[in-house]
């Protein structure tokens, strides 16, 4: 009986292994072979909130209604075209369809994009105008700084040079004067007259 008892226990073993060998190929059948939803969905919307009640028009993902009145579960809907209809809530969501974020987001990326490369030509001619200002300004300073030099100079008694250059002038004109007094042939007088 022990041995009976054992067989049917390995065959009942045998038969659980090949059980969940059998449950496992078409999980593996179907890794191998991808697929996706579509996105694109079509309700028809009825005439009253009912499953049974008759249709009346379609709206797609990504129309846009107003919800005009909610009901257990069902909403009323009104396009922008003015037909209307029920529309079981679930189908509803407060955000746009992903598509159409995606295709905003890309529009303002677009804009964003045009606006860095108005930035940034602006940017590079304010560099060029800052280096341009720059430039003069170094040139100012050098002529301030010459300038500086030169005041400083005649301030700090720089005024010798001048001072001989004039009473060698001097000089020498009283010089010419007495020679050319003397060879006048009168003599001089030992006041000064004026």
Not at 47 to 71: C, F, H, N
Not at 105 to 127: F, K, Y
Not at 136 to 144: I, K, L, N, P
């Amino acid at each position: 009986m022990r041995a009976r008892r054992a067989a049917a226990v390995g065959i009942r073993v045998a038969m659980l292994r090949i059980a969940i060998v059998c449950a496992l190929l078409p999980c593996v059948a179907a890794a191998e072979d991808s697929a996706w939803v579509r996105g694109e969905l079509r309700v028809n919307f009825r005439a009253a909130p009912l499953p049974a009640a008759p249709p009346i028009g379609v709206v797609k993902t990504g129309d846009a209604v107003s919800v005009v009145e909610r009901k257990a579960g069902w909403a009323r809907i009104q396009l922008p075209n003015g037909s209307g209809g029920w529309l079981p809530e679930s189908f509803l969501d407060t955000q746009p369809p992903p598509v159409q974020h995606a295709e905003a987001m890309e529009s303002e990326l677009a804009s964003l994009r045009q606006q860095l490369a108005t930035v940034t030509r602006e940017r590079d001619e304010l560099r060029e105008q800052n280096a341009q200002v720059g430039a003069s300004q170094a040139e100012r300073e050098a002529a301030v700084r010459q300038l500086t030099e030169e005041n400083r100079d005649l301030r700090s008694g720089q005024r010798w040079p001048y001072l001989i250059t004039g009473g060698a002038i001097l000089g020498a004109g009283m010089l010419v004067g007495a020679l050319v007094a003397r060879s006048s042939g009168r003599r001089s007088s030992p006041r000064i007259r004026f």
